[in-house]
């Protein structure tokens, strides 16, 4: 079977083992997230977008991701989307992502799985000019 056919299946199914070249990931249901360590998996279809927060449903539930600032990268989702995102399940109950794979595999890397994130500091535009 052709890892594109067995990616579409994949991502039918939602809860199921994933494979992308040199990543094999486990998928955890929605409804089944719970705090847990780095790396989760989940899988479904875009529903709602405002920046780069959306709402994705994959049939058991929906979850809010958090793909970061847009002034550190601009997502570029569309309503509809398959997707599948790695990250880890934040204090506030929103889905941190790490990274977000399309249906055509392309991976849009949000930020390291350890560490704080790259944007912590926060927007260079926010930062205090120094005085003269």
């Known amino acids: 079977m052709s890892k594109r ?3 579409s299946l994949t991502l039918a199914t939602t809860i199921s083992v994933m494979t992308i070249p040199s990543l094999a990931q486990a998928q955890t249901a929605i409804r089944d997230l719970q705090q ?4 989760i998996a989940v899988s479904g279809r875009v ?3 405002v920046g780069n927060n959306f709402i994705l449903d994959d049939g058991t539930g929906q979850l809010i991701v958090d793909a970061g600032p847009r002034w550190w990268r601009e997502i570029n989702l ?3 989307e398959q997707i599948t995102v790695r990250g880890e399940l934040g204090k506030g109950g929103e ?3 790490f990274s977000i794979t399309r249906a055509d595999n392309s991976v849009i890397e949000i930020r390291p799985a350890e560490g704080p ?3 912590a500091g926060g927007s260079p ?3 205090p000019k120094p005085k003269k």
């Open 36 to 39: 847990r360590s780095n790396g």
């Open 117 to 119: 994130p790259p944007w």
């Open 125 to 127: 535009r926010s930062k």
């Open 5 to 7: 056919i067995f990616f």
């Open 95 to 97: 889905f941190d992502a």
């Open 78 to 80: 569309q309503p509809g």
């Open 47 to 49: 529903t709602n977008i």
